[in-house]
């Protein structure tokens, strides 16, 4: 009889472990399924510009050379008034809106405001480019964290008013970009511009040397 009873504690003890072990599996189960759930689904990787040589980072860095092709890239949108800057400069502001900070999209909807009651945009086209010879260079971009950087963009702006050119300088700005991974599915970068880190300098000629001015 001894023999009976120690046979079914062993098989009790036995069944006992596997439903531990089967609780055990299942709170894993629970817990990679959670993980699973929670992963994002879609992942933005900066590559270099030039992808002939490698590059080993950490996926979420950002490089310098993308945040100022950024800077560049949509500064240059803002400040293109192909027929007339009125209407031109406030359909800029509206199509980027995505890639603004709401700080920049206050001030620079604050700009046009002031600009349009001294009637500086009626009629008035403009241009900006980067100038020649002054494309990127390591130290056009500050970064002042992971998700922080200030880009020097030196550019040319040419503005005509009824076809009769107005304005043609040279101005350096400094633009503070910041990371911002909201909706990718209109802004895919990542990132956006926060306006200015300080006040525009104008440059006295293209090879750069500069006093303080305004764009």
């Known amino acids: ?53 490698g590059s080993t980072r950490k996926w979420w860095q950002v490089p310098p050379s993308t945040v100022y092709s950024f800077g560049l890239y949509l500064w240059q949108q803002i400040n293109h008034w192909p027929k007339n800057g009125k209407v031109d400069f406030k359909d800029n502001l509206a199509r980027y809106s995505a890639y603004l900070s709401p700080n920049c999209r206050i001030e620079l909807a604050e700009n046009y405001q002031n600009r349009a009651s001294r009637n500086e945009l009626e009629d008035r086209v403009r241009t900006l480019q980067e100038i020649p010879g002054h494309g990127y260079r390591p ?62 300098v104008r440059l006295t000629a293209a090879a750069g040397s500069a006093e303080e001015g305004s764009g």
């Open 139 to 200: 130290d056009d971009v500050t970064i002042l964290d992971r998700d922080h950087w200030i880009v020097s963009l030196d550019a040319e702006i040419n503005e005509y008013l009824k076809g009769t050119p107005v304005r043609d300088l040279y101005i350096r700005y400094y633009l503070r970009v910041v990371r911002a991974e909201v909706d990718p599915e209109i802004n895919p970068f990542g990132l956006q511009l926060d306006c200015f880190a300080k006040k525009a």
């Open 1 to 53: 009889m001894s023999k009976f009873r120690h046979g079914n504690a062993a098989r009790d003890a036995h069944i006992m472990t596997l439903r531990a072990l089967v609780g055990v599996l299942l709170v894993l189960c629970g817990g990679m399924w959670y993980g699973w759930q929670s992963a994002p689904a879609d992942l933005t990787i900066y590559n270099p510009p030039d992808l002939r040589s």
